[in-house]
């Protein structure tokens, strides 16, 4: 996946926490992140085994950029997408 240039980073903690809220990745403790997992295809076995991932930076209103944190990957996604990935019975076009 193909990074755009000129995304943005957080400068800090507290933005990183409002962008969170803001997005509507809510924790139970305000000085807290809600964990996230990633169950897309850039993973060996999304269907079953999601991988944690961390929010790094925004490239728009929408675009966010996620690092996987076991492989390290960078990825580009829609932040109402990654939302819909939390949802417990979330599952990509699995094949039957």
Same mark, same amino acid.
């Given at each position: 996946?193909?990074?755009?240039? %000129?995304?943005?980073? *957080?400068?800090? *903690? +507290? @933005?990183?926490? &409002?962008?969170?809220? @803001?997005?509507?990745? &809510?924790?139970?403790?305000?000085? +807290?992140?809600?964990?996230?997992?990633?169950? %897309?295809? *850039?993973?060996?076995? $999304? #269907?079953?085994?999601? +991988? $944690?991932?961390?929010?790094? !930076? #925004?490239?728009?209103?929408? +675009?966010?950029?996620? @690092?996987?944190?076991?492989? !390290?990957?960078?990825?580009?996604?829609?932040?109402?997408?990654? &939302?819909?990935?939390? @949802?417990?019975? *979330? &599952?990509?076009?699995? $094949?039957?």
């Amino acid at each position: 996946m193909i990074i755009p240039d %000129g995304y943005k980073s *957080f400068s800090s *903690f +507290e @933005e990183k926490r &409002k962008k969170y809220y @803001e997005w509507g990745f &809510k924790s139970r403790k305000k000085d +807290e992140l809600k964990s996230l997992y990633y169950k %897309g295809a *850039f993973t060996d076995d $999304p #269907y079953n085994n999601p +991988e $944690p991932c961390d929010i790094i !930076g #925004y490239y728009n209103d929408i +675009e966010i950029i996620i @690092e996987l944190q076991n492989s !390290g990957k960078k990825i580009i996604i829609d932040r109402r997408y990654l &939302k819909q990935m939390q @949802e417990k019975h *979330f &599952k990509q076009n699995q $094949p039957d």
